[in-house]
């Protein structure tokens, strides 16, 4: 492995425990709401109780009139604060309709739950009260809730469109190919799913403080964000507030999973309201406003059809998807489909495609990135598909992905949408995945258990995933319009006192970056990890980044980190050649230090190069002082993790309910730098992929209603839902980075969902059921179960 | 989520909080363990303006053998019944039923007699006490009343509790029979959670038993007389199917 080839003793791949978490368990991380701002105004948000309706009037005399109160605003009075609405930063193609969305509605609200007047208060609980007594009158108009009914434009979310449809996007290299595998094919598999809408739950709310700073009109913003530096740029055009006048902290950040990859109306919001007011401005979400104002994921209706020839081989595949963009576009919202468009033939040597996306506006929560955005919503409709064509052809799951397998002689592949997949091994990790899991004892207790007609049916089920990630290559990033770059910047320097300190541009909110981080410095430097500061998610101490999403740290991030490491031991090494009067290729590092080769007590410790590097008293002539060096990393690739995972379920036929017995993961993330942080990412992970199939479902009535609100309504699960997680891996290096690594952030949630689907279907296989919407409820169970009926029971 | 406004007064004595409860009339609320009351109070469902903590009348925590029926405090927790070796000796399907509330948080906070009071349909430990037929110990200005399960519990949210009255005491009667349905000389009680407004005795189920049918067919008629609402979790079409199947199991489970 190359870390390791660079000579130094390798802490790199070890299972080292995180440097993050003492901090966080003993409760001594600050979130923003643990900030201490002396005199900041706390504001309330007075939200839409309708999916769609005009806006009358605003009175905020009442809430005015409480002793408190600071000042109210109607979105009218706010108009003029904006310089631009909330940005989009990902018009997926030229004609993509965007309507303007302001952080405070001002004619119209078009989802329950969006802004339309802002209390500001001297306390959150006189906020709370100030914001219910804000009286607005609205008409109330149709709801646009059916993704269906949506796309046919019977009623409207922004008349002035004319239309709900947002934008089509399509990816059909070859339209000739695809029609004559479908003219040729044996056996043909045409799927309809049900992406329902979820809600990220992080463990902290969003939060937000805008802090004036005391002259020169500038602002420090606090949020609870996974970009930082991102939501700096768009704060500056969106408030018409210079870049150098603003600064974007993000402190300890409780878990994010896309949701806090945006930029959102509450973060514009405050900081107007700190310039207006001239005053620290704050506020922080709660439970209930997170499940309506915090973007929801997934949110599509997919349509996936397999040609295949007479053994199963699959010839060609044809997507097309209804994807629901919710009210209005945030941040990335358009293009979240579009990060699973070139992976709808799975894991598969698939040589004809075609795909086509219908972005529809609907009165809802607008959606966005979560955990996986776009390939879990890929990686489903493949994995149950296969499925189905494994069904049609009369062959085991097992098999009929065999067949189809990109093989492993073809890296690099180049895929039929275009993309070049790095490495894999997808036979292998399948192969590995059935032995953990005891394939064949699990389809012989099966079948033991349908002979003595048992009421508690096993399934088990399979996903075979791969998925693109670390993004990205800025020229892709370009190619599919989005509006910025995917490189990702490092700094690092060791301190006159031998202290590494490591600046980076991504933003951790629970993946243990400080700990990563460090690792690779200190494997590189021959340090301990202990040695290593690790800056983060300050604009002002770390100017340059793209950020945290996509799993793109590792590979983005932590390659940028390795590299400026590789260049300060160089110029370590010139220094120390220098001083020693030796050649530098007669130099030896060990443990920190460089030796002579033959004769180590002619030795520079690390430390002492970077004081001479400080004093600059004897440097190499035209060698600048100081032991620094930044490098901004732009990957030439994506990584393309892999891996099956095995689901194993029981179901009970007379209460619907299914219960997960076992679930097996083999995961190929390339290199790791930590083991337990990768187990801990695909374990998070994977429950979260669960839950989507098992017990997640934002609800909307037929007025546009959100009913999962609260915790009580909407099940996210806790350790006492999940099995233990049996976790196995291979690993097969990326080509397209130094380390070798891939990413790992979304790959549990990416395969999970799939394996657990299969496996409730496979185990209702004696009642003739062959799909089921999610989740899977133990109503839904039951219905299916009998809907199909009893007497079709084999 | 931020309740509305409210004083708060934590009270040393029964009385104390009877007198409080005199004074402020349902403007007061009383706070045991409060795991239903200020998830109530955070969506503004619950408004009371005096909240009395009466989480600290120690004196109200016990489990204690009475002769014929075990004697349970009022704010006795729910981990407290869980590991009690009275009831797992003489009343065990309380303690089980108690180790199946929530999770460890929940049952370090939440009393029985909250659970009793709050009157949810959905909360499990009062459709228990309603199978075992259980009596209520009840204090108010005129001194102390019992009363007996099956008319405790008169609406969604609504008991015999007067706003002015204290729980104090649970008093069930000895059940040696582990499973969802309690077994008592003879007679079968099986009561039904979330099966209508209030926990429900499953009457047509007992009669079937006492006239001698089998558990299948006494099972089968679980769900007669009840009007189940339907929610995000179930239709009353399948909570009625599902009534018939968990009471079956149940008393299969008590049988064996
Ligand atoms: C996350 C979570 C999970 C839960 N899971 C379950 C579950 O699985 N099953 C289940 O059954 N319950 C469950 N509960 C509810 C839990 O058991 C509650 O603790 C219990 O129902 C109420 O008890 P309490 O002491 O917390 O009452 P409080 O919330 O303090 O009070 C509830 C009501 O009773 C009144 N009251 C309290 N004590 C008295 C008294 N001595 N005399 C008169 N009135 C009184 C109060 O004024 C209030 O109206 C759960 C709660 C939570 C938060």
Redesign the interface.
Known sequence: MTVADAGVAGVVGTPMTRREDPGLLSGEARFVDDLVVPGALHVGLVRSPHANARIRSVDTSAAMALPGVVAAFSGADLRDEWAQPLPCAWPVTPEMLNPAHLPLAVEHARYAGDAVAAVVAES??VA??AAALVAVDYDVLPAVVDLEDAVADRALVHPELSTNTAYTWELTPEPEAVERAFAEAVHTVSERYVQQRLIPEAMEPRGVCVVPQPFGDEYTVYSATQIPHILKVMLGLSLGVAETKLRVVAPAVGGGFGSKLNVYAEELLCAALARRLKRPVRWNE???ENAQATIQGRGQIQHIELAADGDGKIRAVRVRLLADMGAYLQLVTPGIPLLGAFLYHGAYDVPAYSFVCTGVFTTKTPTDAYRGAGRPEATYAIERAIDALAGKVGVDPAEIRRRNFIPREAFPYSSAPGLVFDSGDYEGSLGKALDLAGYDDLRAEQRARRARGSTRHLGVGLSSYVEMCGLAPSRVLASLNYSAGGWEAATVRILPTGTAQVVTGTSPHGQGHVTSWSMIVADKLGISPDEVEVLHSDTAVAPHGMDTYGSRSVSVGGTAVFLAAERVLTKARTIAAHQLEVAEEDLELSGGTFAVRGSPERSMALATIAFEAFTAHNLPDGLEPTLEASVTWDPPNFTFPFGTHVAVVEVDE???RVDLVRYVAVDDCGEQVNPLIVEGQVHGGIVQGVAQALWEEA?YDQDGNL??T?L??YLVP?A?EVPSIEVGRTVTPSPTNPMGVKGVGETGTIAATPAVMNAVIDALAPFGVRDLDMPA???RV?HAIRGIGQEGRQ | ??P??FDYQRVSSVDEALGLLATHGDEAKLLAGGHSLL?LMK?RLAVPSVLVDVGRLHDLSYVRDAGDHVAIGALTRHRDLETSELLAAQVPILAHVAGQVG?PQVRHRGTIGGSLAHGDPASDLPAVVLALGGTLVARGPGGERTIEARSFFEGFLQTALGPDELLTEIRVPKATIVGAAAVRNGTTGVALVNMGSTPLRASATEAALAAGASIGDAAAVAAEGTEPSGD????PD?RR??AT??VRRALEEAAS
């Open positions: 959150a609980y709370e009260d709660d439970r209930t007379e209460t619907g609800v009913l999962t609260t009580t309504d806790s006492a409820t133990p109503e039951w | 989520m931020i509305v406004a998830p969506l999770d995000l979790n179930a239709s399948f199917h599902l199947v968990l």
